[in-house]
């Protein structure tokens, strides 16, 4: 059996995550049992969620354990088999963890999917036709549900799920106007994913001067909001908002650190009828089938074209999470494994 | 014609309103034309949307036009009639304002309706069985939607909504858990209305010992808040929301001089997946006979015994309302005018 390298979660961050929270292992891969399979990671997924989940306390998931393999998502290719159901040299994803090998057991529902990568790189089902499209495909479809001609705004735009948002908005006639960090960021927002307008938010120093960026890219007000970040934008987009406006609230980066994000203005919620509602994608897996047929079309068809930014081998792994948690990334942030 | 005494609007808040806002003035009424009604008012009620007309600026309705007789809801007696739709006698609601006589045009749809006093007194219809019963109702029902053994918090307590959202969600089996100000109005929402607990928030100087306080009275968490405060009471509930928990925003009494009213913890809304949501009950017409029809009979049959506080004439009816907004009335606030 393969020597496997791992990242353990050391000890939890006491404020900002640092690379000293993490560890570097290296163990030896057990004996396949009966049904198991060995999964040989070609892309492990870092997210924002895991983020949360390096603290201890209340949040909608279970901490991550102390002194175990960080969580993640990953994509890979079979290279052992003790389970009829999967064959040496099929494509797979499962969450594997930040790892380069990982033992599944082939029989429990939902540990592996087969992929099929003919027309769609095997790394976008860790980004655009994976758990961040989806997380944009349920967050606008469902709860902001964009009408012809409304205009949807969603922050964090080049990222995984941002861009999904705005390209997926665009397909039901809506206006997407995007915020992001830095002008290339912005350019590759309107120039590559056709977002009708990007802002940079490093260009505003509070809410209120960010608003009135906002008031001239939405001339007729905001409609939606996907919250990817919290903070300074929310409250401007709140600013901005339309009567019986939706917000999807599906991260809040702003506030991983456990500094305080109060929301400045939650009387607009009454005063514009407001719904503001919170949501995980995990929690609706009903919706995953249609939700990845209209991403995988689009991803198929070069209608959305997202970016990736690829750290290379597992040692790069905790560096390039530290730098997605500060938006350094520009699109999906992987890491390549092999 | 009788001599009319009317209360207008002579000039906005700067901050705090002041009774130097208002102008008592006497005038005759018009004579009546074809299709008009003159109406005696009884009672005129106040409540705290008020004060948010009375800004300048974006809300969810009109300004209350300045020089103007201030708009409110009133209950009261038809004097004389030029609309064969109407009889000397018939008691009516409408919205008379800030005034002792209101002459209306008894053909426009929705600007009087009938009364039946023979079971419910003609002050309720300003209360539980009016706009401030369907108020509690829309909330409850649409948007918090409790199931039975569902824990349900409302602030102000006493008041004319809050009352009827306990009253209303102990029909539907679940626990009702008051906030309210001082040991009366807490003795009256547990010992007359029959909520499970009352919370006394001036005991509590910030929202985690408000929050402590909410977590002894409700150990299986908070599914469902109905929001008629603001500030540190949603705070407080929000750190004891469960999962899928609820916010119908109603109210915000705390922010409406202008000051500023941050929610503290708006990541608790993605953490928790919670739907926060605004509403007007003015803008659900559709609900008002269904929910008028359980409201009448709760009162009716003394399951739903609101209080309410009668300020005498006219000339009162500034100060009432500064002491609403400052919760110094106990339940529904009147103003007896005949």
């Known amino acids: 059996m393969p020597t496997n390298r791992q990242v353990l979660l050391d000890n939890r961050p006491k404020g900002e995550a640092t690379a ?12 396949l049992q009966d049904g198991q399979v060995l999964v040989r990671h070609h892309y492990l997924s870092l997210d924002p969620y895991m983020r949360g989940r390096m603290n201890e306390g209340k949040s909608y998931a279970q901490p991550q354990p102390l002194g175990q393999v960080m969580q993640g998502g990953t994509v890979g290719e079979v290279v052992e088999s003790r389970n009829p159901k999967f064959a040496v040299g099929d494509k797979v994803q499962g969450m594997g963890g930040w790892q380069e090998y990982s033992v599944v057991d082939g029989n429990q529902a939902g540990m592996l ?21 989806v997380t944009a495909w349920y967050g606008l479809v469902k709860i902001i549900e964009p009408k012809e001609g409304q205009t949807i705004v969603v922050s964090a735009a080049s990222g995984a799920v941002g861009s999904a948002v705005g390209v997926l908005a665009k397909q039901r006639g809506a206006r997407a106007i995007g915020v992001a960090g830095g002008p290339d960021k912005c350019k590759y927002v309107t120039d590559e994913l056709g977002f009708d307008a990007c802002i940079d938010y490093r260009q505003h120093k509070d809410a209120r001067s960010l608003a009135q960026a906002l008031k001239e890219a939405c001339p007729n007000g905001i409609d939606g909001y996907f919250e990817n970040v919290g903070g300074l934008v929310l409250d401007a ?82 560096e390039a999470f530290l730098g997605l948690l500060k938006g350094r990334n520009f699109g999906k942030q992987l890491v390549k494994l092999a």
């Open 113 to 133: 999917r087969k992929l099929d990568t003919t027309h769609v790189p095997i790394s976008q089902y860790l980004g655009a036709v994976g758990m961040p499209g």
């Open 20 to 31: 000293s929270n993490f560890k570097l292992v290296t163990s030896e891969t057990p004996a």
């Open 237 to 318: 987009v709140m600013l901005q908002a339309n009567a019986f406006s939706r917000i999807a609230m599906c991260g809040m980066i702003a506030g991983y650190n456990g500094e305080p994000i109060p929301m400045a203005y939650p009387q607009l919620i009454l005063t514009n009828r407001m719904r503001v509602e919170g949501f995980i994608v995990s929690e609706h897996m009903e919706v995953w089938p249609e939700a990845l047929k209209e991403l995988g079309t689009l991803v198929a068809t070069g209608k959305l074209r997202p970016r990736e930014t690829v750290a290379q081998g597992l040692d790069a792994a905790p």
